[in-house]
Protein backbone atom coordinates (compact mmCIF):
# COMPACT_ATOMS: atom_id res chain seq x y z
CA UNK A 1 0.00 0.00 0.00
CA UNK A 2 1.12 3.24 -0.79
CA UNK A 3 1.50 6.45 1.73
CA UNK A 4 -1.15 8.03 -0.07
CA UNK A 5 -3.84 5.15 0.64
CA UNK A 6 -2.31 4.43 3.98
CA UNK A 7 -2.71 8.63 5.08
CA UNK A 8 -6.23 7.90 3.52
CA UNK A 9 -7.39 5.39 5.34
CA UNK A 10 -5.96 7.34 8.61
CA UNK A 11 -7.75 10.05 8.33
CA UNK A 12 -10.69 8.24 9.53
CA UNK A 13 -9.29 8.35 13.19
CA UNK A 14 -10.13 12.06 12.53
CA UNK A 15 -14.16 11.33 12.41
CA UNK A 16 -13.55 8.71 14.79
CA UNK A 17 -12.55 10.89 17.33
CA UNK A 18 -15.22 13.63 16.67
CA UNK A 19 -18.19 10.98 17.32
CA UNK A 20 -16.79 9.60 20.75
CA UNK A 21 -16.39 13.52 21.73
CA UNK A 22 -20.21 13.66 20.13
CA UNK A 23 -20.78 10.16 21.98
CA UNK A 24 -19.43 11.87 25.48
CA UNK A 25 -21.71 14.94 25.18
CA UNK A 26 -24.97 13.58 24.62
CA UNK A 27 -23.96 11.29 27.92
CA UNK A 28 -22.98 14.65 29.70
CA UNK A 29 -26.25 16.28 28.55
CA UNK A 30 -28.23 13.23 29.83
CA UNK A 31 -26.54 12.54 33.22
CA UNK A 32 -27.29 16.67 34.05
CA UNK A 33 -30.96 15.85 32.90
CA UNK A 34 -31.33 13.21 35.33
CA UNK A 35 -30.10 14.77 37.70
CA UNK A 36 -32.04 18.06 37.04
CA UNK A 37 -35.01 16.10 37.13
CA UNK A 38 -34.65 13.18 39.82
CA UNK A 39 -32.28 15.13 42.33
CA UNK A 40 -33.13 16.39 45.87
CA UNK A 41 -32.68 20.33 46.10
CA UNK A 42 -29.93 21.52 48.53
CA UNK A 43 -27.77 23.88 49.10
CA UNK A 44 -23.98 23.55 48.64
CA UNK A 45 -21.06 24.70 50.17
CA UNK A 46 -18.26 26.81 47.55
CA UNK A 47 -15.09 25.44 49.04
CA UNK A 48 -13.37 26.45 45.89
CA UNK A 49 -13.99 28.50 42.11
CA UNK A 50 -10.84 28.65 40.39
CA UNK A 51 -11.29 30.56 37.66
CA UNK A 52 -8.18 30.81 34.69
CA UNK A 53 -8.11 34.17 33.08
CA UNK A 54 -5.30 33.16 30.22
CA UNK A 55 -6.91 33.70 27.02
CA UNK A 56 -5.45 30.20 25.55
CA UNK A 57 -6.37 28.48 28.57
CA UNK A 58 -10.19 28.41 29.68
CA UNK A 59 -10.57 25.64 32.22
CA UNK A 60 -12.34 26.81 35.29
CA UNK A 61 -13.98 24.60 37.83
CA UNK A 62 -15.93 25.03 41.74
CA UNK A 63 -15.44 22.45 44.40
CA UNK A 64 -18.53 21.97 46.55
CA UNK A 65 -20.09 20.79 49.80
CA UNK A 66 -23.30 19.37 50.40
CA UNK A 67 -24.67 18.26 53.70
CA UNK A 68 -26.72 15.57 52.53
CA UNK A 69 -30.15 14.67 54.93
CA UNK A 70 -28.68 11.72 57.14
CA UNK A 71 -26.30 13.98 58.00
CA UNK A 72 -23.53 12.95 56.32
CA UNK A 73 -21.36 14.86 53.55
CA UNK A 74 -20.77 15.25 50.20
CA UNK A 75 -17.98 16.61 48.65
CA UNK A 76 -17.30 17.17 45.31
CA UNK A 77 -13.82 17.06 43.09
CA UNK A 78 -13.24 19.40 40.48
CA UNK A 79 -16.84 20.18 38.82
CA UNK A 80 -15.60 21.50 35.57
CA UNK A 81 -17.79 25.36 34.91
CA UNK A 82 -17.73 26.60 31.70
CA UNK A 83 -16.29 29.69 31.04
CA UNK A 84 -18.70 31.82 30.66
CA UNK A 85 -20.73 31.03 33.83
CA UNK A 86 -18.00 31.23 36.30
CA UNK A 87 -18.20 34.84 36.56
CA UNK A 88 -21.43 35.00 37.94
CA UNK A 89 -20.62 32.11 40.49
CA UNK A 90 -17.67 34.66 41.35
CA UNK A 91 -18.92 36.05 44.93
CA UNK A 92 -21.54 32.94 45.79
CA UNK A 93 -20.65 31.48 49.14
CA UNK A 94 -23.24 29.00 48.94
CA UNK A 95 -25.77 27.64 45.53
CA UNK A 96 -28.42 25.88 45.48
CA UNK A 97 -28.05 22.56 43.76
CA UNK A 98 -29.66 19.48 42.98
CA UNK A 99 -27.73 16.06 44.32
CA UNK A 100 -28.07 12.93 43.40
CA UNK A 101 -25.50 10.94 45.55
CA UNK A 102 -24.17 7.81 43.38
CA UNK A 103 -25.25 9.34 40.25
CA UNK A 104 -22.88 9.79 37.11
CA UNK A 105 -22.99 13.45 37.64
CA UNK A 106 -24.37 13.93 41.15
CA UNK A 107 -24.68 17.47 42.08
CA UNK A 108 -25.77 20.22 39.69
CA UNK A 109 -26.50 23.91 39.72
CA UNK A 110 -29.75 25.19 40.05
CA UNK A 111 -29.17 28.48 40.89
CA UNK A 112 -30.27 31.12 37.96
CA UNK A 113 -27.72 33.62 36.74
CA UNK A 114 -30.23 35.60 36.10
CA UNK A 115 -33.84 36.61 37.58
CA UNK A 116 -36.42 34.81 35.29
CA UNK A 117 -33.43 32.92 33.41
CA UNK A 118 -32.72 28.99 33.40
CA UNK A 119 -30.59 27.23 36.26
CA UNK A 120 -27.34 27.13 35.32
CA UNK A 121 -27.28 23.65 35.10
CA UNK A 122 -30.19 23.83 32.69
CA UNK A 123 -27.70 25.97 30.88
CA UNK A 124 -24.75 23.56 30.84
CA UNK A 125 -26.79 20.69 29.80
CA UNK A 126 -27.64 22.60 26.32
CA UNK A 127 -24.15 23.41 26.21
CA UNK A 128 -23.46 20.36 26.02
CA UNK A 129 -26.19 19.53 23.52
CA UNK A 130 -24.80 22.02 21.37
CA UNK A 131 -21.19 20.64 21.86
CA UNK A 132 -22.59 17.04 21.14
CA UNK A 133 -24.49 18.81 17.98
CA UNK A 134 -21.56 20.25 16.73
CA UNK A 135 -18.75 17.28 17.07
CA UNK A 136 -21.71 15.39 15.72
CA UNK A 137 -22.07 17.23 12.29
CA UNK A 138 -17.68 17.51 11.87
CA UNK A 139 -18.25 13.87 12.34
CA UNK A 140 -20.72 13.94 9.80
CA UNK A 141 -18.62 16.12 7.10
CA UNK A 142 -15.41 15.00 7.87
CA UNK A 143 -16.62 10.96 7.68
CA UNK A 144 -17.93 12.18 4.24
CA UNK A 145 -14.54 13.85 3.02
CA UNK A 146 -12.52 11.01 3.69
CA UNK A 147 -15.18 8.27 2.46
CA UNK A 148 -14.81 10.42 -1.12
CA UNK A 149 -10.93 10.36 -1.19
CA UNK A 150 -10.59 7.07 -0.16
CA UNK A 151 -13.15 5.87 -3.07
CA UNK A 152 -11.93 8.24 -5.45
CA UNK A 153 -8.26 6.96 -4.46
CA UNK A 154 -9.35 3.31 -5.51
CA UNK A 155 -11.53 4.29 -8.26
CA UNK A 156 -9.05 6.09 -10.06
CA UNK A 157 -5.35 6.21 -8.30
CA UNK A 158 -3.15 8.96 -6.45
CA UNK A 159 -3.58 12.07 -8.66
CA UNK A 160 0.10 13.18 -7.78
CA UNK A 161 1.33 9.61 -9.04
CA UNK A 162 0.08 10.90 -12.57
CA UNK A 163 2.91 13.79 -12.89
CA UNK A 164 5.46 11.55 -12.35
CA UNK A 165 7.22 11.03 -15.55
CA UNK A 166 5.63 13.96 -17.47
CA UNK A 167 7.62 17.17 -18.36
CA UNK A 168 6.27 20.63 -17.48
CA UNK A 169 5.75 21.38 -21.31
CA UNK A 170 2.71 18.74 -20.96
CA UNK A 171 0.55 20.73 -18.22
CA UNK A 172 -1.34 24.28 -19.46
CA UNK A 173 0.19 25.34 -16.42
CA UNK A 174 3.65 24.93 -17.03
CA UNK A 175 2.85 26.55 -20.52
CA UNK A 176 3.94 30.23 -20.71
CA UNK A 177 2.05 32.81 -22.62
CA UNK A 178 3.43 34.15 -25.90
CA UNK A 179 2.27 37.60 -27.66
Known amino acids: MNSTRWVARALWLAPAFLTFICGQQVWAAYTLGQTLQQGTPAVAEVTELHQENRVDVTYDYMKLRVELPDGGTLRTGKMSVP ?3 APLLEDKKRLKVFMRPGAAQEVVIREKARSGGPPLGATQQRLAVVNAAMSGGAALLFGLGVFWWNRY ?10 RAGRRDEDYSAGQTARE
Do not use: F, N
Open 153 to 162: LRRRGDPASE
Open 83 to 85: HTL
